[in-house]
């Protein structure tokens, strides 16, 4: 596949502060980034090539997917509720500690296979592991203030 050659070039630093990279003009086809450590010498000698890099998965990334899991009950997501006790990311492997507000919820195993395909569905994620978990035992007190009052709890 032909790609025209850079037309001109700007060092620039990633705005979420993760790696630098290079942005080249190419005349008919808009703006390619190269990241700085991995096209950098191919830049300099006329590369071809883009750069198409995932970002890092982040805690963050994890707990918005887990917004859109709702607690059938309540009607209101995972993190809302405060049932998203723990998320551990290794590499792009990601387990996830949740919990329920019963024990006796009839579809837990819906809730945690939910919770799976939802982070599976954040780019960059790897293997996916969502545990459910009693201890402690989820109380109101883990919504936040606000809720809790718009709630009546």
């Given at each position: 596949?032909?790609?025209?050659?850079?037309a001109?070039c700007e060092d620039?630093?990633d705005?979420?502060?993760?790696?630098p990279?290079?942005r080249?003009?190419?005349l008919s086809d808009g703006?390619?980034i190269?990241t700085?450590d991995r096209?950098?010498?191919?830049?300099?000698?006329?590369?071809?090539?883009i750069?198409?890099?995932?970002?890092?998965?982040?805690?963050k990334?994890?707990r918005?997917?887990?917004?859109?899991?709702?607690?059938?009950?309540?009607?209101l997501?995972l993190?809302?509720?405060?049932?998203?006790?723990d998320?551990a990311?290794?590499?792009?492997?990601?387990?996830a500690k949740?919990s329920?507000t019963s024990p006796?919820?009839?579809?837990a195993?819906?809730i945690v296979e939910?919770?799976?395909?939802?982070?599976?569905?954040v780019e960059?994620?790897?293997?996916?592991e969502v545990?459910?978990t009693f201890d402690p035992p989820w109380?109101?007190?883990?919504?936040?203030?606000?809720?809790?009052?718009s709630?009546?709890?």
């Amino acid at each position: 596949m032909y790609r025209p050659e850079p037309a001109g070039c700007e060092d620039l630093a990633d705005p979420r502060g993760l790696r630098p990279f290079i942005r080249c003009t190419f005349l008919s086809d808009g703006w390619r980034i190269w990241t700085d450590d991995r096209w950098r010498g191919d830049h300099q000698h006329g590369a071809r090539r883009i750069a198409s890099e995932a970002m890092p998965i982040t805690e963050k990334d994890v707990r918005s997917a887990l917004k859109g899991v709702k607690d059938p009950e309540l009607g209101l997501d995972l993190v809302v509720l405060g049932l998203v006790y723990d998320v551990a990311i290794s590499d792009a492997d990601v387990k996830a500690k949740i919990s329920l507000t019963s024990p006796l919820c009839p579809v837990a195993g819906q809730i945690v296979e939910d919770a799976k395909k939802a982070i599976e569905g954040v780019e960059g994620a790897g293997k996916v592991e969502v545990e459910l978990t009693f201890d402690p035992p989820w109380t109101p007190a883990r919504i936040s203030p606000l809720v809790r009052a718009s709630l009546g709890l």
